[in-house]
């Protein structure tokens, strides 16, 4: 939902890629089916898996009308899960969710200190979005603070490239100071 330009998948530079050229825009609506999706875990489950499950989805998870209840699903099975999100649908009701059924791990993969960088990593999209992911992250880590909960803990994800490299340091400052427990660095 932002087409970050360095994602493998969604990019809108990946368009010269010959290995995507099957991803198209009937690839971009696909989604699991719920029971393909509460089969898979029920299997995991029965195997006693001790490895979180990695809602990712190749995009956005929190598009997938179902992702809390998968969230959810999963923990009721006593199995741990992560989440990883660009932030921006990390609204009121989706924090609530993610808090009060325990999930393990959040990565919001940002890349972006700074509103021009953030306009120029996500094509499209007003640099302003920037202060929403920052806003969601801050009430998500209040309401932990005001619940008691210790999950999700938190992790700031930034893709290092030519675009951002430059702001490290104020990434990591900005991360701090919305609460992120965890910072991550990634070319």
Known sequence: NVNCKYCWFHSPLSKNRKDIADFGSEWRQEMVAWDTFAALVDDLAELDTTEDILLSGKGEPLLHPRCLDMVEYIKARGLGTTLFSNGVLVRDAARRSL????????????????????????????????????????????????????????????????????????FYEQARAVGAEHVRFQL
């Open 99 to 170: 808090v009060e059924h325990g999930c393990d791990l959040l990565y919001v993969s940002l890349s972006s200190a700074s509103h021009g960088v953030y306009a120029d990593v996500h094509r499209g999209h007003d640099g302003a979005e920037l202060d929403e992911v920052l806003a969601n992250v801050r009430a998500l880590t209040a309401l932990k603070a005001e619940r008691g909960a210790a999950t999700p803990r938190v992790m700031m994800v930034d893709v290092l490239c030519a675009l951002n490299a430059h702001e490290a340091l104020d």
